[in-house]
Every structure is written in structure tokens, then in C-alpha cells.
T-cell receptor, first 107, second 111 residues
Framework: KNEVEQSPQNLTAQEGEFITINCSYS?????LHWLQQHPGGGIVSLFM?????KKHGRLIATINIQEKHSSLHITASHPRDSAVYIC?????????WGAGTKLIIKP | EPEVTQTPSHQVTQMGQEVILRCVPI?????FYWYRQILGQKVEFLVS????????KSEIFDDQFSVERPDGSNFTLKIRSTKLEDSAMYFC?????????FGPGTRLTVL
């Protein structure tokens, strides 16, 4: 069983829709990263969180440590949000990566 | 804003050749990492480096791989004799506290 599971694997939505991507993990963590990977391949860190909620523009990330679950939300989605969103947990100073969620936002 | 840089952005090599992938971490960071991502697969941890030595390495990081911090700024990954299955994106990262910062990656193609 993977230590970090993301759902869904693929998500296609219309511009303007509210998007939720989920991440569940089975190991003890000190922090959780949400990262974005565009088709060119580069990885950009969106959030690092260890409790509660963070917001940056239209992106919101939440984490529930007791339930070992995190969500990434995108409000008012836009075609430029199309990318792979990856959840990675920091456990013993190592990042354990999820498989990613491929998001496509159609105009 | 400081960032992690990597060179080259794309490297094409023949099977059996040695390659060196270069990274310049953020200057005040102390922990450095290499990851790889085979096309269509998830990112995999290769190695972490602290205080001029390897602190952790994965099963992937066999004797064909080595890392070095030859001076105060560069952090290199060497693959001694490349195989076809080494074709992947290689990402460098550096860390301060808990947050890792990633370079743009080097796409390695082994023919």
C-alpha cells in the first residue's frame, strides 16, 4: 500500500468550478507539501503545512493531523490552473511523494 | 527571491556514458536532495546530503550514482555508466527548516 494516496488521479472541470484534491497518508509526518508540476516538468511548492489551513490567492490547503488527511482547494478555477498537483509528506526529514492528480480546466 | 538552479536543462547521452548533473542550492541552506521522475511516474527520492556526506539514500541510489559538493555552491549528481532506464527528470532540492525548495529539473535522455 502506498504511504501517500491522492484522489482523484485525474480531474477535468469547467472554468470557474471549485476544485478539491485529496491526500491521505499513513505515516507520521512533521509537515505536508502541496506542489504543482506543469507540463514542462518543473516543480513549484504551493504550500507547506503542519496544521490547520493556509490560503494563497485562490488556493486553500487544509490538513487534519488526527485523520491523516489533507485537501487542496482551488476556487474560481482557470485554465492556467491545469497542471499536476502533488502531495508529499515530510517524514523523518524525507519527502514521500504521492502519485499526483492531473487537473485539466476547460474554458 | 533566491532559487535553486540546475544545469543543463536537458542532457542527451549514449548508454554507458558518464553524466554529471549540476545544482546550485539556495546559499544558506544546509540540506540537499536529489529526486528523479521517470516519465509518467511519481517522483522518487534518490539521496539526501548534509554536512558534506550522504545522510540517506534510496535503493535506487546504487554504486552507479554519486553526489558531491565540490565547492561552496555546487551540488552534483554523477551517474557513472548510464543505462536506458536512467532516462528521467532529475530534480535537486535544498532545505531550510522543514521546507524544501526545488530546482527546475534536468531532463536526462539516455539513447
Amino acid at each position: 500500500k502506498n504511504e501517500v494516496e491522492q484522489s482523484p488521479q485525474n480531474l477535468t472541470a469547467q472554468e470557474g468550478e471549485f476544485i478539491t484534491i485529496n491526500c491521505s497518508y499513513s505515516v507520521g509526518i512533521s509537515a505536508l507539501h502541496w506542489l504543482q508540476q506543469h507540463p514542462g516538468g518543473g516543480i513549484v511548492s504551493l504550500f507547506m503545512l503542519s496544521s490547520g489551513k493556509k490560503k494563497h490567492g485562490r488556493l486553500i490547503a487544509t490538513i487534519n493531523i488526527q485523520e491523516k488527511h489533507s485537501s487542496l482547494h482551488i476556487t474560481a478555477s482557470h485554465p492556467r490552473d491545469s497542471a499536476v498537483y502533488i502531495c508529499a509528506v515530510l517524514s523523518n526529514y524525507q519527502l514521500i511523494w504521492g502519485a499526483g492528480t492531473k487537473l485539466i480546466i476547460k474554458p | 527571491e533566491p532559487e535553486v538552479t540546475q544545469t543543463p536543462s536537458h542532457q542527451v547521452t549514449q548508454m554507458g556514458q558518464e553524466v554529471i548533473l549540476r545544482c546550485v542550492p539556495i546559499s544558506n541552506h544546509l540540506y540537499f536532495y536529489w529526486y528523479r521522475q521517470i516519465l509518467g511516474q511519481k517522483v522518487e527520492f534518490l539521496v539526501s546530503f548534509y554536512n558534506n556526506e550522504i545522510s540517506e539514500k534510496s535503493e535506487i541510489f546504487d554504486d552507479q550514482f554519486s553526489v558531491e559538493r565540490p565547492d561552496g555552491s555546487n551540488f552534483t549528481l554523477k551517474i557513472r555508466s548510464t543505462k536506458l532506464e536512467d532516462s528521467a527528470m532529475y530534480f535537486c532540492a535544498s532545505r531550510l527548516n522543514n521546507e524544501q525548495f526545488f530546482g527546475p529539473g534536468t531532463r536526462l535522455t539516455v539513447l
